[in-house]
C-alpha cells in the first residue's frame, strides 16, 4: 500500500431530507422483512444508523464486509442506501432500521434516492478531498485514490465471461443508481447454499451467464455500473461530502473499506 499527502478538508453545505420518510421491503441476503425511515437532523449531526436499539455513526471504522456486503453495527446491506445519500448529497440523516437488513428493494439504489427526494440546505459542513495519490492492492483487487476537484469513479470488471468498464463524474453519478446488483450464474448454488440471497425477486438481480446475462438489462454495463455504485456506497463510510477520483479494478466491498480506511485521517473516522 502506499499512502501519500492526507486528505484536506474543504467546506460543503450541509443537507438533510426535507421531512421523515419511510420504505419497507425484505432484504437480499436474509429475506427477511424490515423498514427503514429517514429522519432529518440539523447541520452538524452527521449520518447515522439506528438499529438493534444501538446509534452507529457511519465511518468506516464501524463497517464489517461479511458475506458480499457493507455492515454497520446491526445494519446489513448498507451500501445501496449509502450510495444514495452520498449523491444527493445529503450530511446529516438518522437511519432507522426496524430489522436485520436494508431492504433490497428492486436490486438498485434508484428507489433510495427518490426517496431522499430534493433535500434541504441547513447550513455548512465539512467535506474531505484526498490529498494525494493512495494506492491499494488488496482482496483480490487494486484501488487508487487520487486529488480530483470533485468526486469521480471508474471500475472494471472482470470476471469469466463478463469483462466490463465504467466511468461516472461529478454530473452523472446518478447515472449509475438504476444499476442492480448481479451474480454469476456459476455462483448461484453456492451462494444459496450458504444462506445467502434469500430475498431475490425475479427481475431484481441480474445473473450472467456463459452467454450473458439471463434477466433484460437496464444498460449494457449495467453490471460495471452497479461495482460503482457499490463502490459510491462504501465511500460514503467516510461520512462527509468527498472530493477524489477512485479507481477500482477487481472491487469488492472489502477493497472498498480498506481503500476508505486509508486514505481518511482518524479525525474523520472519530465521530
Do not use: N, Y
Not at 483480490?140 to 469521480?152: D, F, I, R, S, T
Request: hydrophobic letters at 45%.
Amino acid at each position: 500500500m502506499s499512502v501519500a499527502a492526507p486528505a484536506q478538508a474543504f467546506k460543503a453545505p450541509a443537507r438533510t431530507v426535507a421531512t421523515t420518510v419511510a420504505l419497507a421491503g425484505v432484504g437480499l441476503h436474509t429475506g427477511a422483512p424490515a423498514k427503514v425511515t429517514l429522519h432529518p437532523e440539523e447541520a452538524g449531526a452527521g449520518l447515522a444508523f439506528l438499529a438493534g436499539g444501538e446509534r452507529v455513526p457511519v465511518h468506516p471504522d464501524q463497517a464489517r464486509t461479511p458475506g458480499g456486503c457493507t455492515v454497520l453495527g446491526a445494519a446489513r446491506t448498507v451500501e445501496h442506501l449509502l450510495a444514495a445519500v452520498l449523491v444527493a448529497g445529503v450530511t446529516d440523516l438518522t437511519i432507522e432500521l426496524d430489522g436485520p437488513e436494508v431492504p433490497g428493494l428492486d436490486g438498485s439504489a434508484l428507489p433510495w434516492l427518490e426517496l431522499i427526494g430534493e433535500p434541504v440546505t441547513t447550513g455548512w459542513t465539512e467535506g474531505l478531498q484526498v490529498g494525494g495519490p493512495t494506492r491499494l492492492e488488496a482482496h483480490g483487487g487494486v484501488a487508487v485514490a487520487e486529488p480530483a476537484g470533485g468526486l469521480e469513479v471508474a471500475v472494471t470488471v472482470a470476471f469469466p465471461g463478463l469483462h466490463q468498464a465504467c466511468q461516472a463524474g461529478p454530473d452523472d453519478l446518478a447515472s449509475v443508481l438504476d444499476a442492480r446488483t448481479f451474480l454469476l450464474h456459476a455462483q448461484l448454488d453456492a451462494v444459496l447454499a450458504a444462506g445467502q440471497g434469500q430475498g431475490v425477486r425475479p427481475g431484481g438481480v441480474v445473473v450472467w451467464g456463459p452467454r450473458g446475462s439471463l434477466v433484460p438489462l437496464r444498460s449494457p454495463d449495467e453490471p460495471a455500473r452497479h461495482k460503482a455504485l457499490d463502490l459510491l456506497g462504501d465511500l460514503a463510510l467516510v461520512g462527509c461530502p468527498v472530493r477524489g477520483r477512485f479507481t477500482v479494478d477487481r472491487g469488492s466491498h472489502a477493497l472498498h473499506v480498506a481503500l476508505v480506511r486509508a486514505f481518511a485521517p482518524p479525525r474523520s473516522r472519530s465521530g
